[in-house]
């Protein structure tokens, strides 16, 4: 079965840090480029980081830059999301999602399929 699993949230204080997995199960990540997406009670899905399949080009959403960190290990088949300065406002439920594209990434939702089932970050105190 093709399918992101995503791990790695929890409950977190303001400024605290998390790491979220996205491991891919049934294919090889290696041909996709993997965003990192969240939703929060009420809200739209928005993008939050994305890393390409070819030269590991990222991007991040301005809410997150300079907090959050994008990688990915081809042979572990698992891209991270390094969170730190954690906020009461990162709340969400994350998802990881895959897209075939050649070059770069984007962190426009559409384009991606394979939907991981989502992991909660709760960031309170």
């Known amino acids: 079965q093709v399918q992101l699993v995503e791990s790695g949230g929890g409950l977190v204080q303001p400024g605290g840090s998390l790491r979220l997995s996205c491991a891919a199960s049934?294919?090889?990540?290696?041909?996709?480029?993997i965003g990192w997406f969240r939703q929060a009670p009420g809200k739209e899905r928005e993008g939050v980081s994305c890393?390409?399949?070819?030269?590991?080009?990222?991007h991040y959403a301005d809410s997150v830059k300079g907090r959050f960190t994008i990688s990915r290990d081809n042979a572990k088949n698992t891209v991270y999301l390094q969170m730190s300065s954690l906020k009461p406002e990162d709340t969400a439920v994350y998802y990881c999602?895959?897209?075939?594209?050649?070059?770069?990434?984007?962190?426009?939702?559409?384009?991606?399929?394979?939907w991981g089932q989502g992991t909660q970050v709760t960031v309170s105190s």
């Open positions: 999602a895959k897209d075939f594209r050649l070059f770069g990434c984007t962190v426009v939702p559409s384009p991606y399929n394979s």
């Open positions: 049934g294919f090889a990540l290696a041909p996709y480029a």
């Open positions: 890393i390409s399949r070819s030269d590991g080009s990222t």
